[in-house]
């Protein structure tokens, strides 16, 4: 019988996993998906956003604020890339004005201390290409950008190598409790028994509540599109550009990511289907014409993919974190934005709460750091040839894009909870990321994939669950 057992393997989930490492806990992730970060953490911004934007006293605020200074410490220890390039929400009018100063005076009272108001001619010679229309703007240094599923992959990995068991392929249908034991009954007639569950389940947690008998909440899908810049276009600006907020979120934002690219979104739509994925004419549309109201000179052409987040917003428009009514079951849910932000927080805390209620002591040992797999294209020339002359593979380029090597590819594939599809390592190394959005990399892929794990090419899926990318041989 395990100790924990998580449902749902997004950022809560592997970042709630990882943290119970620290008290020695036994605990299985069980996800529906073939891989760790399939949901809405996959399909984000990617903002650590500064604080300033969640109603003071909400739980939103609460773990924003904590878990913004976790990144630079966290990201260390394990190896993904995050980068603080600051904020700016910009207004074009005197209401923008004033809502400049609500968003001022509500990170203040969130305890954010580093925002500052500046006029727009101070925003446009620190970022020429704002356009001209911008007035003023609320800057805020400490925001940051991060690659969600980068950080999600390296949180399951540390919770792996401290003794998490992911079982992916399996949903969860049904929980229920007899005495001090509890039942998760799985797809495929599998079920698993733990002292207790918690559930991270994203945009399906109501319904993973409801197979528990707990009916306390219920989440609706909302839709955001995005368009995601060529590298080319980094130029057009290294902050975060805010335009104020709505009732519905955060609005459409021009921001970098990581990786060199921009983003461009996302739209807000209120939706009854959880997993609809597929971008639509009208929300890219209103994506880059809002976008266009920031920065004036982006161009759809530079688009080398659109894509679409689904938000997990709850009629009780906050995050809702602990037990429920029914004891054991422990709720993780609602966590939209900003949840990425807030993740490493909330772990920290949900832990400590589980570790009272199991009573586990934190040990004093614990696996701290987890290195990632080298980044070929981020090396200088003499790393390079030290790197090839260890393994020759790291001398095939495989994605030219992305400039990606096949030991890189190996190593994702190879590596704890290491990649089983295509998707899975283009998350871990960018393979199929770049501009041809793997045109010409993806035989390849396929071919290392099927040759590591000593399976046929037909076997190999692009996200898992039938999604084969070869289907015979001519
Ligand atoms: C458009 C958009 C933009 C955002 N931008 C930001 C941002 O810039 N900054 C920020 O801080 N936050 C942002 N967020 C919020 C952030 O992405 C989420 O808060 C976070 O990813 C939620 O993580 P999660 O683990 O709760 O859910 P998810 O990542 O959705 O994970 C839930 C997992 O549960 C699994 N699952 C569901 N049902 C079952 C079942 N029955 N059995 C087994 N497994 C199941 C799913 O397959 C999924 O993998 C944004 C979200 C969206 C959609």
């Known amino acids: 019988m395990k100790d924990v057992i998580i449902i749902g393997a997004g950022v809560c989930g592997c970042a709630i996993a990882d943290a119970l490492g620290e008290y020695g806990c036994n605990v299985a992730v069980v996800e529906r998906a073939s891989d760790v970060a399939c949901g809405a953490t996959k399909a984000n911004s990617g903002i650590v956003h500064g604080g300033f934007d969640a109603t003071a006293g909400t739980l939103k605020a609460k773990f924003n ?265 422990y709720n993780v849910a609602g966590i939209e934005s900003p949840g990425l932000t807030s993740a490493p927080a909330i772990a920290r805390y949900v832990a400590a709460e589980v570790a009272a209620y199991l009573s586990l002591k934190r040990k004093t040992d614990f696996i701290t750091v987890r290195k990632g797999i080298p980044c070929f294209a981020a090396m200088s020339d003499e790393e390079r040839a030290e790197l090839i002359a260890s393994d020759s593979r790291y001398g095939k380029i495989v994605c030219r894009c992305e400039c990606v090597t096949e030991g890189e590819i190996i190593d994702s594939i190879m590596r704890p909870l290491g990649a089983r599809d295509i998707d899975g390592v283009k998350r871990r190394t960018r393979a199929g990321m770049g501009r041809c959005q793997s045109g010409f990399c993806s035989p390849t892929v396929i071919q290392l994939i099927a040759d590591t794990l000593g399976v046929p090419v037909q076997s190999v899926t692009k996200c898992g669950a039938g999604s084969y990318a070869v289907t015979g041989r001519i």
């Open 65 to 329: 604020a904590l878990g913004n200074p976790m990144f630079d410490e966290l990201s260390k220890q394990l190896d993904f890339p995050f980068r603080r390039n600051g904020a700016y929400v910009l207004a074009f009018d005197r209401a923008g004005i004033d809502g400049l100063e609500a968003l001022l005076e509500r990170g203040r009272a969130n305890g954010i201390k580093d925002l500052e108001r500046v006029d727009g001619d101070t925003v446009r010679l620190r970022n020429p290409h704002v356009s001209k229309s911008v007035t003023a703007a609320l800057y805020c240094p400490s925001s940051g950008i991060v690659s969600p599923y980068e950080m999600t992959i390296a949180l399951a990995e540390r919770a792996n190598m401290r003794g998490a068991e992911f079982i992916f392929n399996t949903g969860v249908t049904a929980i229920s409790r007899r005495g001090s034991v509890m039942t998760v009954d799985c797809t495929g007639g599998k079920s698993y028994a733990a002292r207790m569950v918690i559930n991270c389940a994203g945009v399906h947690a109501d319904e993973v509540a409801a197979a528990a008998g707990v009916h306390d909440f219920t989440i609706r899908g909302r839709r955001g599109e995005y368009y995601l810049l060529d590298k080319t276009q980094s130029y057009l600006t290294d902050a975060t550009l805010f335009q104020l907020p709505t009732s519905l979120g955060k609005g459409v934002l021009v921001a970098p990511t990581v990786h060199g690219n921009v983003l461009v979104g996302p739209t807000a739509l209120d939706t009854d289907d959880k997993d609809g994925v597929a971008t639509t004419a009208a929300g890219l549309e209103e994506a880059m014409s809002k976008g266009r109201l920031s920065v004036p000179s982006i161009s759809a052409r530079s688009a080398i993919t659109q894509f679409v987040g689904v938000r997990a917003h709850c009629d009780k428009d906050d995050f809702i974190i602990g037990m429920s009514s029914l004891q054991g079951f």
